[in-house]
């Protein structure tokens, strides 16, 4: 499994896309979609929400179990991917891609996340 | 107990195979190889193949064998035919349930007790322990065998390619010897999956021959391997109560819906008689808790554990929840108070983290295959 140079990770396995007009897109890492499985019911923060850099703001739920989802960064929610919430199985067939999970305007962002290789060193993959 | 879980005989097969692994009652076993919702359906429409080496095997020979296991067991054990397996339990002195069993019959006097895993040692000093005054004698098999099952429609076809033993004749909970891939094997028609399938009983120097040959046998028959985690999706549509969920020695038989199990007519004193003579006895005047089935109207899915609530009291408590990739809903098996129980009762939900989300109560099972 590769980890896309152009990301930047959290050590909570999420991907943050390089800001364009402010406005990053966050997803999960493909190593933690394999993590949980199967992903099945995914409730992500809604427009207009405010997220906090390594707070929870919404939920991912497997087949076996049920994980917090946590912002890697902090600011206004200003788009959740409809398409994953209509099929969840998105976030584990692409999980860089067509399952990403929300966008954010950011305020402000943590100094420690990761590059691709720093990441793939931490998780191993 | 030791810390470093045991591996089975298939261990360095499943790494190759490039599963996820996971801890089950001590045993380092595969939850999945990829996705779990392609095993569950693969098993429902084609085969799926199985390592449940992690089972605990235990035989009981001699004259009186079948006398000490109507003693031990609630089941009438006297009336197994040989080839013949029947489900039953092992229960306490006061009727709790100590596990679920399938005791096959594999000789006139020769008897190979399967008990879960999580039980086995337990089941096993409790039949020791049962067995003082009887001329029988109480083996520990767990390492004689490894268990590989083959679930599924196509399970039939894929088999009696690797074997002359007649399958056709084999009943369901049935089982006999044979040889399969030229490897020997107790072929029994048994499952946990609500499919037509087998479970292959060998030793442990042929589970890798077998396996190879069944996945091989199976490729074009769309047979995959499967893992713990579709097992479990697979026996909850098909109703199947999971020791430590469903059943547990807080409940007796009777408690559990399964009193069915329970032999009271069997000649002689079996262990738990009294007790659970007393629990049939509630049972019939006023209900227990009723085992019912409940399918999510939303997507949230219902975890054990969780309360299963109405009109804004706790009226139950689910045992086990998940996604149904068959029904395509979230779907669980909860213990409801009886004024509940009862299908399409209005206003039932399962708390989820804080939220009621509203539930359909249905019957079991959630799944029947067409004969």
Redesign the interface.
């Known amino acids: 499994m590769s980890n896309p140079q152009q990301l930047r990770y959290s050590k909570e396995h999420e991907w943050l896309s390089a800001a364009e007009d402010g406005v990053s897109t966050v997803g999960i890492t493909e190593f933690a979609a394999?993590a949980l499985?199967?992903v099945?019911?995914a409730q992500l923060p809604e427009v207009g929400d405010t997220v906090t850099a390594g707070e929870t703001c919404g939920e991912l739920?497997s087949?076996?179990s049920?994980s917090d989802l946590y912002s890697p960064v902090s600011g206004e929610v200003v788009e959740a991917n409809q398409d994953v919430v209509d099929d969840p199985?998105l976030v584990?067939s692409a999980p860089f891609e067509g399952g990403w999970l929300f966008k954010v305007r950011v305020s402000e962002e943590p100094k420690d996340l990761l590059s691709a290789d720093e990441y793939s060193e931490f998780s191993g993959n | 107990m030791s810390t470093s879980p045991r591996r089975t005989a298939l261990d360095a097969l499943h790494r190759s195979l490039g599963a996820t692994m996971t801890d089950f009652a001590g045993w380092d076993m595969p939850l999945r190889y990829a996705s779990e919702r392609d095993e569950h359906n693969a098993v429902r429409t084609r085969a799926g193949l199985f390592d449940l080496s992690h089972m605990g095997e235990i035989t009981v020979t001699g004259p009186q064998a079948v006398d000490l296991l109507d003693h031990a067991l609630v089941g009438n054990i006297s009336t197994v035919g040989p080839g013949r397996a029947r489900y039953t339990m092992i229960c306490r002195e006061d009727g709790g349930i100590v596990d679920d069993l399938i005791v096959y019959r594999l000789g006139d006097t020769e008897y190979m007790v399967v008990a879960n895993a999580g039980n086995a040692q337990t089941v096993l000093d409790a039949l020791r322990e049962r067995a003082a005054g009887f001329d029988a004698e109480v083996r520990d098999d767990r390492d004689a065998y490894a268990l590989i099952a083959v679930q599924g429609p196509e399970s039939p076809g894929i088999l009696a390619s690797l074997t002359d033993a007649d399958l056709e004749g084999l009943k369901y909970y049935a089982g006999l010897p044979g040889t399969v891939a030229g490897v020997p094997a107790l072929i029994a028609r048994t499952g946990y999956t609500g499919e037509d399938g087998f479970e292959l009983f060998t030793e442990p120097q042929h589970a890798e021959k077998l396996w190879t040959a069944l996945t091989e046998a199976g490729r074009d028959a769309g047979l995959i391997p499967c893992g713990l985690s579709c097992r479990d999706t697979l026996r909850l549509e098909a109703g199947m109560p999971l020791y430590g969920h469903e059943l547990t020695t807080a409940l007796t038989p009777f408690d559990a819906g399964l009193g069915r199990v329970v032999k009271f007519e069997k000649t002689g004193d079996f262990v738990g008689r009294e007790a659970l003579a007393a629990a049939a006895e509630r049972a019939a005047q006023a209900p227990p808790r009723k085992l019912v089935g409940l399918i999510a109207e939303g997507r949230r899915v219902p975890r054990a554990g969780m309360k299963v609530v109405a009109g804004g009291e706790v009226v139950g408590e689910v045992t086990s929840g998940a996604p149904s990739p068959t029904l395509g809903r979230p779907i669980a098996m909860a213990y409801v108070d009886a004024a509940h129980a009862a299908p399409g009762t209005e206003g039932v939900g399962v708390d989820i983290r804080g939220t009621h989300e509203p539930y359909e109560v249905v019957a079991l099972p959630f799944y029947k295959r067409a004969k």
Do not use: F, I, L, Q
């Open positions: 394999n499985g199967d099945v019911y739920e087949t076996k049920v199985s584990n």
